[in-house]
């Protein structure tokens, strides 16, 4: 909600009407059980929702969960996260002055890890950065936007896949390790990752997709659109 085209209510959001707001459409739609995948927040509020509704999922995928909470409750926390604090601390800061640009310019530059920053987006993207920004200091100000209780993953029993990438700091993949370790054994995360070694080798194989991903780079640049979806035999070792 409050994103785009999406309907933006009066008051302060939090990631909890967001998660209710999942629910809601999953079964307004009938779709239920759904796969669902989301990136960034959206996978913090596939995790939630899978938490708080399993019954309505087949499968989640969540790539890169900013749960900054989690590295914060850990005695050897790492020394980015304060210097990650601060600069999510000055981007809020500058939304609630009302320099939604400037913060947003700041996000794509400090934070955002995608190739050319805010210069690389064009002008329509831009505009939409900001129109969300109001949106976003939402998420800045719920102090539950950046947290989950581990156990309560322990009721999901469908499939799920936790990734992250190489372009964000390494505690992206702490907090995964974290997710993951909560919901299943380790021997299935290595066998879920050898599986995907196997089918991006089968993909690297195979001239269309080959192809097609030559296609992507083409049209979509350093969007993430233009990245292999299942990420690169790199990547996932990692």
Known sequence: RGHSRS????????????????????????MAPAHVAGASLGGSIALRLAASHPELLRSITVHEPPLFDLIDAEPDRPTEMAELRARLGAIAARLEAGDHEGAARQYYEQLDGSSGGWAGLDQADRRLRVFNAS????????????GIELDSLSAFDRLALVTYGDLRPPLFRRIAEMVVDAAFPGREVRRVQGEILTEIQADDDDPRVVASRRFRTEVYGSHPLGRPTQGTQKSVRK
Not at 136 to 143: A, E, G, N, S
């Open 135 to 146: 949106t976003y200091l939402d998420q800045c100000l719920d102090p539950d936007a950046l």
């Open 7 to 30: 309907s933006s209510p009066p008051g302060q959001g939090s990631i909890r009407d967001d998660v209710e707001d999942l629910a809601a459409l999953i079964k307004a739609l009938g």
